[in-house]
């Protein structure tokens, strides 16, 4: 797919938001708008990182065949909004853990909030993406998370609640206080 075909595709999905917004949330992800980082977010929705590999590196900096990249993307999007990235708390801002710095932690997830979670055998893997909803699933609390390098491509997909380490909030004040 040409990267002008992918810009009208998402200018198309972004015009007909409201009506995915109810189709989303027939899903039960209650997708909205009113939320600038996960409306972002959506825009990349459905790049593929082998079908769309040079937009995604174009967009994220990092090569997404040979680099785990979803803190690439949480970045991108922040950086998209004029929020500090997590290169602003980190020396390793392209892992999922450096976002354990950023910002402040909160105790329940609103959408566009940043979730982190524990992911393999290493204390230092991970993954990280914007939370959209909770969903119960046999009892089980799951997060659906908007974020990229999620099946190989820009997705929402359920993560659960067992493997969260934080909840984490843009918040301008904390930013200023780790600056100054």
């Known amino acids: 797919m040409s990267i002008i075909n992918i810009l009208m595709r998402n200018t198309l999905i972004l015009a007909t938001l409201p009506l995915l917004t109810a189709c989303v949330t027939a899903?039960?992800?209650?997708?909205?708008t009113k939320n600038t980082l996960t409306h972002k977010a959506y825009y990349y929705y459905g790049l593929n990182e082998e079908?769309?590999?040079a937009l995604i590196k174009d967009i994220t900096g990092v090569d997404p065949v040979t680099t785990e990249w979803c803190a690439a993307f949480v970045n991108t999007i922040l950086l998209e909004n004029d929020i500090p990235t997590s290169a602003e708390v980190s020396p390793y801002p392209l892992m999922a853990r450096s976002f354990l710095s950023w910002g402040e932690e909160v105790e329940e997830p609103k959408q566009g909030d940043i979730l982190v979670f524990?992911?393999?055998?290493?204390?230092?893997?991970?993954?990280?993406?914007?939370?959209?909803s909770t969903k119960k699933v046999n009892?089980?609390?799951?997060?659906?998370v908007l974020g990229g390098n999620q099946s190989n491509s820009v997705s929402i997909e359920l993560y659960p609640e067992s493997k969260l380490l934080s909840i984490r909030r843009f918040n301008n004040n904390v930013f200023t206080q780790k600056v100054n």
């Open 51 to 53: 079908r769309d590999r």
């Open 118 to 132: 524990e992911r393999g055998e290493s204390g230092w893997q991970g993954h990280v993406g914007f939370y959209v």
């Open 139 to 144: 009892g089980e609390t799951y997060y659906n």
């Open 27 to 32: 899903d039960n992800l209650e997708l909205t």
